[in-house]
């Protein structure tokens, strides 16, 4: 079944427009999903609201939303009344500016969603300026009401359609000197940077999102059919949690001879390998040796 769109109206670009949906990019159906259960019964619980004051349940006609105006005093808003506010992002998406996509910091960044047209008549309409902002690699803003809240957006041309990225209010941004502020600026020695950076050269990959698997969510299912079974649940013994390193040179020394063991037939550094040419780091890791030589004379002594 093809995915519902989240919207539908139109992309305006100055006096030039078309008709577009907006499709979610990410599919939230869950393989393990729970439902609440009366355990005496064994029947599905059922929610319903019920009165704040008599207890008594209320009837989905007499639900009604209410905004607050006072202590316990409520103004009373009908559904019809919510959806007949009506603004120009309700129906239009319409490029405001144009900006450098890696001008917006990653915070603001919130939920992205596939871009296409919605009908043949604005297919061509579409790809003019899809392929516009591809030429020029620059992202658009814009807004759209988008569950009955105006939110600002980021468009980008991605594959053949384009890609909108609905961006948080400045507002409800935390700013990094809040939680950064205290942080202090240690003096880091130069041979443990290098070292850290010689381990991060050994374990570059490729990004690879097929790659990754909801662990938690195998360890679930594994229960379940357990249950199934009518066997014992599987006894999973937790991973040992990890402590502060106390030795961080010798931690770093570690790290990086386990990631060497592990890439057995790659061409090692400064002989053909991807860290050749790195002089700092192959001094780094001679400066170390010499480090634990002298540490061992000294204890022998």
């Known amino acids: 079944m093809a995915p519902r769109p989240a919207w539908k109206g139109y992309l305006k670009l100055s006096l030039v427009s078309c008709a577009v949906e907006l499709t979610g990019t990410t599919d939230h159906s869950e393989k393990v999903s729970f439902r609440i259960i009366n355990r005496k019964t064994g029947n599905t619980v059922k929610r319903q609201y019920v009165d704040g004051v008599t207890g008594k349940p209320v009837e989905d006609d007499d639900e009604v939303k209410g905004y607050e105006i006072g202590d316990d005093e409520y103004l009373l808003v009908e559904e019809d009344e919510i959806d007949a506010v009506q603004i120009e992002s309700s129906h239009t998406l319409s490029i405001e500016h144009f900006v450098d996509r890696a001008d917006i910091p990653q915070v603001y960044f919130d939920t992205p969603y596939y871009v296409t047209p919605s009908d043949e008549v604005s ?79 050994k374990k570059q990959a490729a990004f690879d999102p097929s790659g990754f698997e909801d662990r938690y969510e195998s360890a679930l299912l594994e229960l379940i059919q357990a249950k199934q079974k009518g066997k014992k649940p599987p006894v999973v013994q937790a991973a040992e949690k990890p402590a ?36 700092a780091a192959a001094k780094s890791s001679a400066s170390a040796r010499s480090s634990t030589k002298a540490a061992r004379t000294k204890k022998s002594a």
């Open 123 to 201: 297919e061509e309409a579409f790809a003019v300026i899809r392929e516009a902002m591809a030429r020029q690699k620059k992202a658009g803003i814009a807004r759209i009401v988008l569950y009955r809240r105006e939110r600002p957006v980021m468009i980008e041309p991605f594959d053949k359609g384009l890609l909108l990225t609905t961006l948080r209010y400045d507002k409800t941004v935390r700013k990094p000197d809040e939680i950064f502020g205290d942080l202090g600026k240690p003096k880091i020695d130069a041979e443990l940077i290098d070292l850290a950076t010689h381990i991060i050269d």
């Open 244 to 279: 502060n390193v106390v030795n961080l040179f010798e931690a770093l020394k570690k790290s990086l001879a386990g990631d060497e063991g592990a890439g057995a037939g790659k061409p090692a550094p400064g002989k053909g390998g991807k860290a050749a040419g790195k002089p």
